[in-house]
């Protein structure tokens, strides 16, 4: 459910950028020839022509919709141009997508806090850039405002105002006495000239004074997009991410759409409730069927008390701060994508379907949704998911022995996050620049075998640093002096030095770099997570394993004369 967040001390400035059919835009730099004609975008199954994932505005015009397959929209435009897109290894290979989509990050990301939603839309949080552009050149001064920053859509500003002599702009009312005020009116202009001026009011708030330099700052990103991908976007600016994300939308393509302070209200009133982010699924049906909420307008009858009382105080206030367009929400700094995913569909004839069964399927029931986390490695994935299979076959048989089918099949990793700042491979704890003993060179077989210890490694780890031996170590192996130890002792310490006392490893990793050795099962590695594995790390890993060997019948902490021969005795 979702949560309020605290709203932020002073105005931000934030915007949503959204590419236009970007998967087409893409297709079409890689096939200029595609250029302004009727073009979709197809799925890599081909059952009846491949399901539309992108549609450009020339096939839009037609009437095609990406709900349709491809079959359907050649019938509503023979002239439409399908692109599959890419195949690897029998799915889709969503790269080059992901790849044009990162051109475009590193350009907006030069201008404030970036977060990247998704492959195709980005969050900014312009609110230094705003401040800085407001404190150096604020658009009241500027002789010349960034042309594209004019062809701007301010919600609430008339489509027709007029200009006082001293720059005041004054909007006209239906009840406005329009020939009392002809002797106050210059001209009459154009939408462009109007946007100019509520861009340059010199007695408007702090609040809008931003708002219109975060509009210059997305016009200008923009059109360097533009000229550097010939990509083309769309723009929302905003106070808060919602809103942004509501009317970035709003004048497709290659536009941008602006949200005063002042025009929060109106643009709510009559939204649909399914519109608003976190609303289109259960909540939202509950606000429709238990309140008779259909658009955001309806929601202000509530107040927060009674919204509290039905979702919870956490969600209902959340409810009651976005039906006044309040969000606390902020910009995460992630240029990263937070997930990957991908499934593979078996529409119609192609369903996984139990042949066997001779029952008639109800049509109602449908097969449920099964998640769990996945282990890593190919092997445990295909386990976990059989699982996951069999639980929810399970859950939908029941008692009856009812037909089934499988039409989609998922698999998605969560919860990524950039590598924090001073994290260090773990490859540099085996293998530094300083070292002489790596796990890839090491000669396993050298080292002394001991029943005891099983079927595990010791690892010596290589630091920049110099590990000193502790005290106990340096009583049980020898305190020798250089000057004292011979070649043969200075072996046998090197061999001792590989292990250490399980107690002694810190498997938190916060005082590894004061430990000695580190241990791992061999048994506990996923020969197919190994195979997984860019071909340097295999080989360094294969350095590190030895078949085990059989036990020796030698009890430890025997006396020397038991590794020797006994004498013979002569005749």
């Known amino acids: 459910m979702p949560v309020a967040r605290p709203e932020p001390q002073e105005p931000r400035v934030i915007a949503h950028v959204d590419m236009d059919c970007f998967y087409v835009q893409v297709e079409q730099r890689r096939n200029p020839e595609l250029r302004g004609q009727p073009t979709a975008v197809v799925q890599y199954n081909d059952w009846k022509g491949g399901g539309l994932i992108a549609v450009s505005y020339e096939a839009r015009k037609f009437g095609v919709k990406r709900s349709m397959r491809g079959d359907e929209a050649k019938m509503v435009c023979p002239s439409i141009n399908l692109v599959q897109v890419p195949v690897a290894r029998d799915k889709a290979d969503l790269n080059v997508y992901r790849s044009a989509g990162s051109e475009v990050v590193a350009i907006l990301s030069t201008k404030g806090k970036c977060e990247?939603?998704?492959?195709?839309?980005?969050?900014?949080?312009?609110?230094?850039?705003?401040?800085?552009?407001?404190?150096?050149?604020?658009?009241?001064?500027?002789?010349?405002?960034?042309?594209?920053?004019?062809?701007?859509?301010?919600?609430?500003?008339?489509s027709v105002i007029f200009v006082l002599h001293d720059l005041i702009v004054v909007s006209l009312q239906f009840d406005m006495n329009v020939t009392n005020r002809a002797s106050y009116v210059q001209d009459v202009i154009n939408r462009e000239d109007s946007v100019r001026a509520w861009l340059c009011r010199a007695d408007a708030d702090y609040q809008d004074k931003l708002l219109s330099c975060g509009a210059i700052i997305v016009a200008q990103l923009r059109v360097k997009v533009l000229e550097e991908t010939q990509f083309t976007c769309s723009a929302g600016i905003a106070h808060n991410k919602m809103l942004a994300k509501l009317v970035s939308g709003m004048h497709?393509?290659?536009?941008?759409?602006?949200?005063?302070?002042?025009?929060?209200?109106?643009?709510?009133?009559?939204?649909?409730?399914?519109?608003?982010?976190?609303?289109?699924?259960k909540l939202g049906s509950s606000l429709q069927d238990d309140l008779g909420v259909n658009t955001v307008g309806d929601l202000l009858s509530f107040t927060e008390d009674k919204l509290q009382e039905y979702y919870g105080v956490n969600t209902g206030t959340w409810l009651?701060?976005?039906?006044?367009?309040?969000?606390?929400?902020?910009?995460?700094?992630?240029?990263?994508?937070?997930?990957?995913?991908?499934?593979?569909?078996?529409?119609?004839?192609?369903?996984?379907?139990?042949?066997?069964?001779?029952?008639?399927?109800?049509?109602?029931?449908?097969?449920?949704s099964k998640s769990c986390p996945l282990r890593y490695g190919t092997v445990k994935i295909q386990e976990d998911a059989m699982k996951l299979f069999e639980s929810g076959l399970h859950d939908f048989l029941g008692s009856q022995n009812t037909k089934w089918s499988i039409t989609s099949l998922s698999v998605s990793a969560s919860k990524i996050f950039d590598i924090p700042i001073g994290t260090s491979s773990i490859l540099r704890y085996i293998k530094g620049p300083n070292s002489t003993v790596s796990p890839a060179n090491l000669d396993c077989s050298s080292l002394p075998e001991d029943p005891s210890l099983g079927n595990k490694l010791y690892i010596a780890p290589n630091h920049e640093e110099h590990c000193e031996p502790s005290l106990s170590e340096k009583e049980d192996y020898g305190n020798n002096s250089p000057e004292s130890s011979s070649e043969p002792n200075k072996a046998e310490e090197h061999k001792a030095a590989q292990y250490v006392d399980r107690k002694k490893f810190n498997t938190a990793g916060s005082n590894s770099a004061s430990s000695s050795t580190w241990m791992f099962n061999v048994e506990d590695i996923d020969p197919a997570v190994v195979e997984e594995l860019p071909p340097e790390i295999q080989r360094e890993i294969h350095g590190w394993i030895r078949p085990p060997k059989q036990s020796s019948s030698k009890t430890r902490g025997s006396t020397i004369s038991s590794y020797f021969q006994p004498a013979k005795r002569s005749g």
């Not at 949080?125 to 004019?150: G, H, V």
């Open 320 to 368: 009651w701060k976005i039906a006044r367009g309040i969000s606390g929400e902020e910009v995460e700094d992630r240029l990263l994508p937070k997930s990957h995913g991908c499934g593979k569909t078996f529409p119609g004839p192609k369903a996984l379907k139990n042949n066997a069964s001779k029952n008639k399927s109800d049509s109602i029931k449908k097969f449920p």
């Open 252 to 281: 497709k393509p290659a536009q941008q759409t602006v949200v005063p302070s002042s025009a929060v209200q109106d643009f709510l009133v009559s939204l649909p409730i399914k519109k608003m982010k976190q609303l289109g699924g």
């Open 116 to 158: 990247r939603a998704s492959i195709d839309e980005v969050y900014l949080d312009l609110t230094d850039a705003a401040k800085e552009m407001l404190l150096e050149s604020p658009p009241e001064l500027l002789e010349l405002i960034f042309e594209e920053a004019t062809k701007s859509n301010i919600l609430g500003l008339p």
